[in-house]
């Protein structure tokens, strides 16, 4: 539908000309490279940082940085996370709900991260990304199975996503405008 598709391009320029630095993170193929590709289209040119000695991405577009990395498998680094975190407006949780191989460990990374000192305060995105596989778990269970409920010291949303389909991305670029901190 062509308006459906303007309303997300005219959504797209306001998010890119919204003064915001964003760190997206989740367990290896939980969908982020995906995701920065699906927003970014063919600005898509991230720069790795090569003295960070782990696999950090970095994409700046309009006044936009997005920085991402796979958490978990890369404890030695966890130092790192606290530098590329600080400041942030917001952090972007990913997570692959039609693999429940990966739930437990997604939830211990996750809470690790937030008890962090710099991340305190900042809002958090949480994606159950893949919902376009018919055994994705919504976004109810999402919740449940990360223990959102028990993260109380923040604003916490919650959806349910796919960037195949490009299901809800409106939302999560809106929920980005609307709730970062300033
Ligand atoms: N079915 C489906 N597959 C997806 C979706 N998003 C990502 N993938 C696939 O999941 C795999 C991992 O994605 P990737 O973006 O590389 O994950 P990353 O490791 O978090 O960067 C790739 O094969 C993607 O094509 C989605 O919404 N639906
Ligand atoms: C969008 O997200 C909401 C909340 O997570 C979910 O209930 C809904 O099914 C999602 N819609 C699509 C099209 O994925
Ligand atoms: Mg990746």
Redesign the pocket.
Known sequence: MEWFKNIYEWLLSLFWSTELDITLL?L???????LLKAICGSDFTPDSIPTVGFAMKRVKVGRVTLKCW?LGGQPRFRSMWERYCRGVNAVVF?LDSADPSTFDTAKTELHSLLEKESMEGIPLLVLG??N??ADAIPVDKVIQTLGLKEITDREVSCYSI????ANNLSAVLKWLIANRKT
């Open positions: 989740g290896q193929n939980a969908g982020k490279t995906s796979d990913i990304n893949k376009d596989i796919s960037v195949k389909e």
